[in-house]
């Protein structure tokens, strides 16, 4: 059987897969575009043997929930990739309604948080649930509960009294507010700059600004990508990240989804908490910043969603949205029942 030996991204934020097999001891590169379903038998080889080390959420569940019994479960997701299919327009990529009810019934029992790369606004246009916290500019736009903050080491700062979309008070967290008025700028430039290349569109995420090329012809990848680092190095107080088919340019803070998750564990009440499991759910490259905060805490349970081998520092995994909803309705129910067992005793 062939084995993985290594996962890694390409310069242009596409993954790539390095196979070896120890038949041949030869190295297949294989290029996965954003693939949503394995494209040869070589692939899904692959991919059974890539679950030895991440299994899937899903055959493992029982055993997850084993250990999780007595334990305050908080569910965290993040939005393109994992609770909505990748599609080449960014302004179409709507969840399902059955995704939706999914979401609003795991989040009718458990404390449930979407932290996503997109304004958060946009997040909720798409997600519209009342009982769902919302995090956009991968985190650096959190609406959060109003309540006293236990662990809060200088970020009193970049907090105000605001109301949440359904005017209920709410803590509106923003640490990049300073840049805003640069972002606008860089915009400016970035459609001034990329105007030349043909299908490159541009997504104003508020505090992040992501240059999209997934309608952009291969050839012209190296183009626009030295016309968005030209654009880049003009703002030293930001950097230039990647992500699905996407470049990202966003102020150099140090901030991201994983200090998103604890910053909300901790406004949700559960920062010191030893009995707290969180669980986060997440397709891309800065889905990874999460994963590893829940390996440095030795808590919860990280699941990466992809169809394909890939490096990561999650523990579990899911193939796609589908199953990402399959294991959602499981949580929900496995709630139900150990709640009306509980109430049988
Ligand atoms: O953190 P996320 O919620 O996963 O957001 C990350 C980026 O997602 C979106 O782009 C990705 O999905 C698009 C729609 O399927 C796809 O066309 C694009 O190629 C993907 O990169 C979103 O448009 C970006 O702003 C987010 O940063």
Redo the contacts with the bound molecule.
């Keep these: 059987m062939e084995s993985i030996s290594k996962a890694r991204c390409d310069e242009n934020?596409d993954w790539l897969t390095v196979v070896k097999s120890p038949a041949t001891t030869n190295l297949q590169l294989t290029k996965g575009s954003?693939p949503t379903t394995p494209k040869d038998n070589t692939l899904d080889i692959n991919y059974i043997a890539w679950t030895i080390k991440y299994p899937s959420a899903l055959r493992a569940f029982d055993q997850m929930m084993n250990a999780a019994k007595g334990k305050r479960i908080v569910v965290f997701l993040?939005?393109?990739?994992?609770i909505?299919?990748?599609?080449?327009?960014?302004?179409?990529?709507f969840m399902t309604d059955a995704m939706r009810s999914a979401v609003g019934e795991v989040a009718r029992h458990f404390p449930t948080a979407?932290?996503?790369?997109?304004?958060r606004d946009?997040?909720y246009k798409f997600v519209q649930l009342a009982n769902v916290y919302y995090a956009g500019s991968?985190g650096m736009d959190i609406m959060a509960p109003l309540q006293p903050i236990i662990r809060n080491g200088g970020l009193n700062k970049f907090q105000t009294r605001s109301v949440d979309e359904n005017g209920r008070e709410a803590v509106l967290f923003q640490p990049a507010k300073e840049f805003l008025p640069t972002i606008q700028e860089i915009f400016r430039v970035l459609q001034e700059r990329t105007k030349v290349v043909h299908g490159v569109?541009i997504?104003n995420?508020k505090f992040?600004l992501?240059v999209?090329?997934?309608?952009v012809s291969h050839e012209d990848w190296n183009k626009l990508e030295e016309l968005v680092k030209s654009v880049a190095v003009q703002y030293p107080q930001f950097c230039l990240t990647r992500?699905?088919?996407?470049m990202?340019i966003r102020p150099s803070i140090k901030w991201d989804?994983g200090h998103a998750l604890e910053y909300l564990l901790d406004t949700l009440g559960y920062g010191n908490s030893t009995d707290v499991l969180p669980l986060y759910i997440?397709?891309?490259l800065?889905?990874e910043d999460a994963f590893q905060v829940l390996q440095r805490r030795g808590q919860g349970y990280p699941i990466i969603v992809s169809s394909i081998p890939k490096d990561t520092k999650a523990s579990y995994s899911l193939r796609d949205p589908s199953e990402v909803m399959a294991f959602l309705l499981c949580l929900a129910r496995w709630k139900r029942n150990s709640s009306s067992n509980s109430l049988q005793l």
């Design positions: 934020g954003d993040d939005y393109d990739g994992t909505s299919p990748i599609v080449a327009d960014p302004d179409q990529a979407i932290i996503s790369g997109r304004c946009k997040v991968h569109m997504e995420n992040c992501s999209h090329f997934r309608r992500g699905r088919k996407v990202e989804k997440g397709d891309d800065t889905d």
